[in-house]
Antibody, heavy 118, light 109 residues
Framework: EVQLVESGGGLVKPGGSLRLSCAASGFTFNTHTMHWVRQASGTGLEWVSSISSTGRYINYADSVKGRFTISRDNAQSSLFLHMNSLRADDTAVYYC???????????WGQGTLVAVSS | EIVLTQSPGTLSLSPGEVATLSCRASQSVSSSHLAWYQQSPGQAPRLLIYGTSSRATGIPDRFSGSGSGTDFTLTISRLEPEDFVVYYCQQYGSSPLWTFGQGTKVEIK
């Protein structure tokens, strides 16, 4: 059974940093592109970042470029999102999703809440 | 950037009825690049339809997708109680990689 479990969310002050993790199991992690998608309370979905199976190809939304860094550890079947210079509008539930390449996400974790507030 | 506009924002129907959800793109989208997700309250999105019309694993056949170019449709043929949630369309592009519609909420009339 495919499982994705996010962790690392919490309350952080504006300008602060946080590292999110996504532990994957039930599939061959190193053969899948992985994605982060976020959802602010009561609003829609926003794609944040993606990383190819080897880590060679990385993409970011303009809203996080230069502040967030995606990475992965295939030996540990883990995905990460390093978030710096956090702003109030980064407040959201962050989901990791297994990619069918870059096309779509076929399995999603339950999400971890990031709240940016003073 | 391709913008996806979903309509209506809220659809009020009764169990057993047919739901027709629309997703309109600001530019033409390849049929293979269009997907639909279902999201229940407090839950993660669940892939329903990919490639415009293919059902994801385990999705009941009352869910179907159609469309081409800039107009795409998700149809739920006989609404079950668990179908009264929010639906999003999503397209794969170059920048940003994914864009989502703003969602359609299907509520019980």
């Amino acid at each position: 059974e495919v499982q994705l479990v996010e962790s690392g969310g919490g309350l952080v002050k504006p300008g602060g940093s946080l590292r999110l993790s996504c532990a994957a199991s039930g599939f061959t992690f190193n053969t899948h592109t992985m994605h982060w998608v976020r959802q602010a309370s009561g609003t829609g979905l926003e794609w944040v970042s993606s990383i190819s199976s080897t880590g060679r190809y990385i993409n970011y939304a303009d809203s996080v470029k230069g502040r967030f860094t995606i990475s992965r550890d295939n030996a540990q079947s883990s995905l990460f999102l390093h978030m710096n210079s956090l702003r109030a509008d980064d407040t959201a539930v962050y989901y990791c999703a297994r990619g069918v390449g870059e096309l779509r996400g076929d399995y999603w974790g339950q999400g971890t809440l990031v709240a940016v507030s003073s | 950037e391709i913008v996806l506009t979903q309509s209506p924002g809220t659809l009020s129907l009764s169990p057993g009825e047919v739901a027709t959800l629309s997703c309109r793109a600001s530019q033409s989208v390849s049929s293979s690049h269009l997907a639909w997700y279902q999201q229940s309250p407090g839950q993660a999105p669940r892939l329903l339809i990919y490639g415009t019309s293919s059902r994801a694993t385990g999705i009941p056949d009352r869910f179907s997708g159609s469309g081409s170019g800039t107009d795409f449709t998700l149809t739920i043929s006989r609404l079950e109680p668990e179908d009264f949630v929010v639906y999003y369309c999503q397209q794969y592009g170059s920048s940003p990689l994914w864009t989502f519609g703003q969602g359609t909420k299907v509520e019980i009339k």
